[in-house]
């Protein structure tokens, strides 16, 4: 099994080498074969391994292929690491990522760079197998940072737009500044274990820090890296304008996959967190804040893309509000629906906007019901199970949030903010599904229906509908969670709460012309709509006080001593000079002078 | 009391006065250059043979005036070979301008310096110090202002040598006063003129130490009694600005050492103020004075006063670190060796149109013009900056050992400050030799003893062994 | 003979060493700057008397003899170079020499 | 034998240059190439020997002054020799364009400051080591001077003042070690084994200790010693970039730990907080300045400043991961800011100009050359799986463990290197620039050269065991070196009579 393991990062890794280096020379249906193709075989491999592993009792296997280095006082390797959490995530990814490959052999068709696209978009897949692989820190480090630098790449894939390079330069740097807090997590751990295993340390930790605060501090660090890479509060910024890629990308990377990591590192070293239950509340107050701030700002964006980044946002906080309140096999569970039905929402908006001319603007469209209807049919399943209607796997998922949090905590603040985030959850699915498909027609499309760009999106739908029926193997990864009786009236309350949104919905923005323009144009709405002014907020902290930095001391004032001291010596050189004034008896006047000094200097 | 042995130790201050009479001799009979310079060199030479032989082995007092030893023996070889250097220098002056000057008595005046310089290279008394000081400066007075002999003419060379004689001559009585009268007051004092401890009932003895301080000073052109130097180097011939730059100020500083070393130590601990002011303020004024100077000679001059500046931490140190002498010692040959060079690279690349020039400008891409001249300068300008693999790094490297030895860390500061400083300009002469080739001008003949003093420059830099043997120690 | 105290001597000394040294600084004329040096050589010349006399060993005597013929040698020097100045600017003016200077 | 052969043969190069220019237009080149390859090959068969010195040679200089000719290779300077031989291979390949004239003597002054730098690597005599450690620089000073940008004479002038001012003090220190043993034994040494003997009181120790890291700092170079840094990469031509980059800046860093650490473990330790903020600061300012830079060539300079503070931080936090990490940067820095002013210096001479506020979009035209831009560019921000995420990640796993506030300061230095790598990428070859027809991607010579760092890169980032373990040996003997700590504050050893 260690070398199927192995081979499932492995396979597009090379790919995407290949493709770097000998890409530009091969056509298009050579690089489609090779990117999918490689995709594809990983995901067989893992289908295997899954099988093989949910065969096999689900014993866990730790696999030691390499060692990487060992240091004085610190030994790392490249060990693979693989159980349920892993088995859904490698799931989740290769399958997903599949149908997103082969939805962008169609959507990329005749761009220029169209090897470099899948060079990068392999390279992704197996930083992300790799992250989710890695049986010690410092190669899911690895996989973290490298996953890191293809949205980098891919948001800046289209280049000559300059936004598009400082969007990609944005979010690599905001997320770095996670990823260093959680470099330092790593450190503490290096400090106290002198080894980076995970399960070891977890382990380890377990045993040594129960009281001391150590897991304080790890599960804070580690925290702030999965805020960064997961795009929460407070470094939720980046991911709106991570939308300059390609629509797939979006898809893949800023909504199944990449944004997840952060869910994965938690869930992963959960052992920790328990440690640390303050911090496990943190955990869910950012992810319940997050949610609902996310949500709201979703309800007023104009822009397609910009809705469903922040409905990604708001639904990881609804990740996060799980795991916060230690439903963690739920917050995996609605990590793989979600994963689904924001593809599949990705995929069908990059359709619409692709036949739309790469329009964006919902306010410039609109009546797309008719011409588009495959679309509108995918949007309405996609929505549907994002406002977590009954029947669709989002609302299996989501129920098992809200319930679990309610069994574990009870009813605090975040909870009811997570359930406030449902009903407006359910409003901005639905005034998204209105502005696209409903009214007049405003842009006149020319619907795209190769069935390169279809088939994934029915295979996603399905998934989107029934994907809740896929059995999770995450038993025997977390600790059970303890069945605390729910009364009933929580039960209908979280059932009804997407309905009533929807209801309510639908009575304002079908009956109120006016609540319209007041999503259009409140100032609420555009406070919102600028996404809470956090962008702002950061520009005058810490972007303006840098740029200032930099403007005033590009010439280094660390030289100007030197400077000074050249510019004396100058002086001194000149006035000297000047005493050399080449008579006699000045000279005679020096001597003199300098008798009177010794003599002074001596008696 | 004149024995065969005093006799046999005084051979070498024998024949160089012979040297001298003889020169003026030959002159008197045939009116040729090349006969003087044969008659000076193979009298040197011929000195310099004996010299081993006349040493005693153990020192040797001839008459209270002299003393013969290892430390007159190796000062005294030194002071020859310089003196043949520059009678070489002079030589080919000669050779390159046809004047119609007439060179043969410069050859006795410098025979007559040699004999100075040996004199006080010996001299273990005030008298002794004072005749030797006077041959010097006399002689040089003349050898300075020498070109301005012959009818008057508009030309730069004869005036400047002129202005260069009178200014040295006024001004170095002047210095001579002084220290005539600190003798004077010392002898007043003690009642003896010879180098000891003086007795403790000491009412003159300081101001007495102090005049002929004023003096020292004045000759070893230290800050602030260096202003005559540059204009005397500027004016003088080249090869008697090397002579007064070399064998005068070493041949003071060689008294000095060995005045300081017979007893005269405790009389130091009262000078060291003084001294150590006069130190620091040659290191960095020399330095600063030499920083855009755009005259080579001048500038010259003023790091020739930085380098006297390092070489008094030597004085300061003698009382406490052991390699006090032998620092002092080498630290003359290597500036001697070093300037020496330097002159003789200026004789050939600046004065070989018709008219000197003496501007930096001169060396302008020397190194693509004459690749060997340009290294040599190079490697001159090295040692002088004091790098390694030159006989300048050892000389820095044995003053900074004195000044670690005896803890003058302030001093040594200083010295470090005042070095970088003089990198500055070192360099600034090396950029300019870099420089992309300019306006071709010809090269001066004396290459060759320009080739010879790098070549040996660098021998000692890299094995300095042979002449370390030779140092004397305490 | 009456016995002369030292100090006397040594501040009669000093006195003409001043007026010479004055004399250096003050006058323009090159002649009256060499008298002046004259002057100074002579007041220390005076001081190794003085030291003879005080100590009665004849060192001082012989320093005063060289001093004298030191003093006749530079002289002799600089009355040449004086000559040749005089043809050379036609004046005695030592500030006229300040061709070099910087 | 082997280590006089490896100081030898670059000097012979560098004698029959010009000799060999008569014979043929590019004889220099070969035959600077051949010195290298000849010494690469000593190399290998140096490697691999026992006990703490794998060779040595030792002869009599000027026994008088007890100063001896000692050399000595370790698994330290045996790396550090691979490096200078590689990267002085490298400068000899990229300046076969771009140096034109007076290419003989070049190639005499780039072999001239290899023998010098080989020099410095084998001493173990410390007169030995002073003489190489100033012959090294004169070389590099003309190949500044001479081969230079426009502003190269100032670069040059305050490269040289800077160096040379600071070792004069490192050679005050060396001479007071030296008396210090006279004291002690009777007999002046310099040699490197006799000192490490020697019982210093705490006060002498701490100041001669200065005088030794003043010298090392400024080479380093350390913030704020480091305003000769950019100006002198900045104006010197490629080779001399990497030269001064890649080889030049680790010579203080092994000075550090060759010298300074080990023969004043004590002082060290008491220096070791300061000089680990001033690392921090090196690693913080560094990444600010090159982040305010236009010019692509002083952004990479100042990116130097940033990680040799890595390295500062690393040493003196005197722990052997630390110590290993702070070598692996020492290579690692070598193979990238080395590549990184290759490219630069490629796109000038295709662009013939550095202004990142003119350049851009160049990926467009020059896909294979902004690629290992890119590479070398996320390998200076450390890139995990390249050489410098392993080196950032140990030092600072190291420093941790000394002191975490620092640790966690200088952990924002990773941001700041993405910020300033990512605006090379993004402002150099992102954008849309004017597309400049008839520029040529990377010809095979410089293929080979950018691939060949590359994978070394890549190499030492996914196995750098062979580098930890060469270092492994030399790094705990100095760890072993006893630290007892200095009893009295520390006071300046006061002269006769000051």
Known sequence: MAALLLWIPLMPLLSSLLLLLAGARLGERPVALLGVGSVALSALFSLAAILSFSASDGVAWGIETLPWFSALGLEVGFSLHFDGLSAVMVGVITGVGLLIHLYSVAYMAGDADFARFFAYLNLFVAMMLILVLAGDFLLLYLGWEGVGLCSFLLIGFWYRQPENGYAARKAFVVTRIGDVALALGLLILVQQFGMLNIQDSVDQARQLWPGSDLAGWVALLLLGGAVGKSAQLPLQTWLPDAMAGPTPVSALIHAATMVTAGVYLIARTQGIFMLAPQVLQLVALVGAMTLFLAACSALVQHDLKRILAYSTISQIGYMFFALGTGAFSAAVFHLMTHAFFKALLFLAAGQVIMSLHHEQDTRRMGGLLRPMPFSALCFAIGCAALAALPLTSGFYSKDAILLQAYAQGGAGFAWWLALAGALVTALYSLRLFVRLFLGDCRTLPEPDNRPLLCWPLGILCLLALFGALIPQPLHDVFSAAPQAHVPLPVHLLVLAMPVIGLVAGIWLLLRHRDWRQAFATGALARWWRAGWGFDVLYDWLLVRPLLWLARVNRRDLADLPVQLLVWTSRICHQGLSRLQSGRLRHYAVGIVGGAVLILAVVL | MIGAAELRALLPLMLVALTAIGTLLLAGFRRDARLAALGYQGGLLLTLLTLPWALPEQPLEVTPLLRIDGFFGYFAALFVLVAMAVGLMMQRQVRSKTSGERVEESYVLLAICLLGALVLAGAQHFAALFVGLELISVASFALVAYPCGGRPSTDIRQRNSLEAGLKYLVLSSVASGFLLFGIGCLYLDSGSLAFAPLPPSTSLALPGLALLLVGVAFKLALVPFHFWSPDIYQGAPTPVAALVATLSKGALFAVMLRYLWFGALQELETLVPAVALLASLSMLGGNLLALRQRDIKRLLAYSSIAHLGYLLLVLLAIGHAGVAIEAGAFYVLAYSLTTLGAFALIGCVCEAGDEPDYRLEAFAGLIWRAPLLGASLMLILLSLAGIPLTVGFIGKFYIVAAGVDAGLWWLLAVLVAGSAIGLYYYLRIILIMLAPQSEPSGIGGGRWLVYGLTLLLVLLGVYPLPVLQWLPVL | MTELPVEHGLLFAAALFCIGLVGVLIRRNLIFILMSLELMLNATAFVFVLGGALHGNADGQVMFLMILTLAAAEIAVALALVVHLYRRYRSLDADRLEAMKG | ?498
């Open chain 4, 1 to 498: 034998m082997i280590l006089v052969w490896l100081l030898l043969l670059p000097l012979l190069a560098a004698l029959f240059a010009p000799q060999v220019e008569h014979w043929r237009a590019d004889g220099s080149r070969w035959l600077s190439l051949t010195a290298l390859g000849l010494q690469a090959l000593l190399l290998l068969a140096a490697a691999g020997g026992g006990g703490d010195w794998w060779l040595e040679s030792r002869a009599d200089w000027l026994p008088r002054l007890g100063i001896g000719w000692h050399l000595g290779l370790d698994g330290l300077s045996y790396l550090l020799l691979w490096l200078t031989v590689a990267l002085g291979a490298v400068s000899v390949l990229i300046s076969w364009r771009e140096i034109r004239q007076r290419v003989a003597f070049f190639h005499c002054n780039l072999m001239l400051s290899v023998a010098g730098i080989v020099g410095v690597f084998l001493a173990l005599d410390l007169f030995l080591f002073f003489v190489f450690w100033e012959l090294m620089l004169i070389p590099m000073v003309l190949l500044i001077a001479i081969w230079g940008h426009d502003n190269r004479r100032y670069a040059a002038t305050k490269f040289f003042i800077f160096t040379q001012a600071s070792s004069l003090l490192m050679l005050i220190a060396i001479l007071g070690l030296a008396f210090a043993h006279q004291s002690q034994t009777g007999t002046l040494s310099f040699d490197r084994d006799a000192l490490l003997r020697l019982e210093l009181a705490p006060g002498l120790a701490y100041w001669l200790m200065l005088g030794f890291f003043v010298a090392f700092a400024v080479k380093l170079p350390m913030v704020p010693l480091h305003t000769w840094l950019p100006d002198a990469h900045t104006e010197a031509p490629t080779a001399g970039s990497v030269l001064l980059a890649a080889i030049l800046l680790k010579t203080g860093a092994y000075g550090l730990l060759r010298f300074s650490l080990p023969l004043f473990p004590a002082a060290s330790a008491d220096f070791s907080p300061v000089a680990m903020a001033l690392g921090v600061a090196g690693i913080l300012y560094g990444a600010k300045l090159a982040f305010a830079q236009d010019d692509m060539k002083r952004l990479v300079a100042y990116t130097s400043v940033s990680h040799m503070g890595f390295v500062l931080l690393g040493i003196y936090a005197l722990n052997g991961m630390a110590l290993q990490g702070a070598v692996m940067q020492m290579l690692a820095h070598g193979f990238s800011t080395a590549a990184l002013f290759i490219v630069v210096g490629m796109l000038q001479e295709r662009w013939h100009t550095r202004d990142l506020r003119q350049l851009g979009g160049l990926w467009t035209q020059l896909p294979r050359l902004s690629g290992f831009t890119l590479l070398f560019a996320l390998a200076s921000l450390g890139l995990p799986g390249l050489a410098n995420f392993i080196a950032e990640f140990l030092i600072l796993a190291g420093a941790f463990q000394r002191s975490w506030p620092l640790t966690a300061v200088a952990a924002l230095g990773l941001v700041g290197a993405a910020l300033y790598a990512l605006l090379l990428v993004q402002r150099g070859l992102w954008g849309g620039g004017a597309p400049a027809p008839g520029r040529h991607d990377c010809s095979r010579r410089e293929w080979l050269v950018l691939g060949a760092l590359a994978l070394a890169l890549f190499w030492f980032g996914l196995h750098p065991q062979p580098v930890l373990d060469l270092v492994r040996e030399p790094l705990v003997q100095l760890l072993d070196a006893p630290h007892h700590a200095a009893e009295s504050p520390p006071r300046l050893p006061v002269g006769s009579w000051l």
